[in-house]
């Protein structure tokens, strides 16, 4: 009887002691936690613009415009830019605008909206430019300020 009281108490106090040293915490440590989120910018949206046609008449402007979405996590600016409509030899005067502004608008940072690219296109003389098909192609760009 002795031997089993003695086995038994032997092994409450290993089961005692390992569950205190599981019980409590010995030590802690802590550490920062860092993370960068780099700017970023994405354009949608942005399809293809048809002007109106021309009549002819020297110095006539017409405009297409089309409407993209900006969605940006930091202050930007929208700039837009192209070339000239070209058939073969010939050009027409072209413009670029963003937003009635010009050719660049600035963007808020945090930004989710949608803007307007306008292309005109202005005839010279009657005899300035071949009557057909013309093309031109406009880029627009969202960099950081």
Not at 27 to 34: D, L, Q
Not at 46 to 67: C, H, K, R
Not at 77 to 105: R, W, Y
């Amino acid at each position: 009887m002795k031997k089993i009281l003695s086995t038994i108490l032997a092994a409450g106090m290993v089961l005692g002691l390992s569950g205190m040293a599981m019980a409590g915490d010995l030590a802690t440590g802590t550490a920062n936690v860092s993370a960068y989120v780099a700017d970023y910018a994405a354009i949608t949206g942005l399809g293809d613009i048809t002007i109106d046609p021309f009549t002819g008449t020297a110095g006539e402007e017409q405009s297409g415009s089309d409407m993209f979405h900006v969605e940006t996590n930091c202050a930007a600016t929208i700039t837009v830019s192209g070339t000239q409509l070209t058939q073969v030899e010939d050009t027409i005067a072209t413009t670029f605008d963003v937003d009635n502004a010009g050719l660049s608008t600035p963007v808020a940072a945090k930004s989710n909206a949608d803007h307007t690219v306008t292309v005109t296109g202005t005839l010279g003389a009657i005899s300035g430019q071949a009557s057909g098909n013309y093309s031109s192609t406009v880029t627009v760009t969202v960099s950081t300020i």
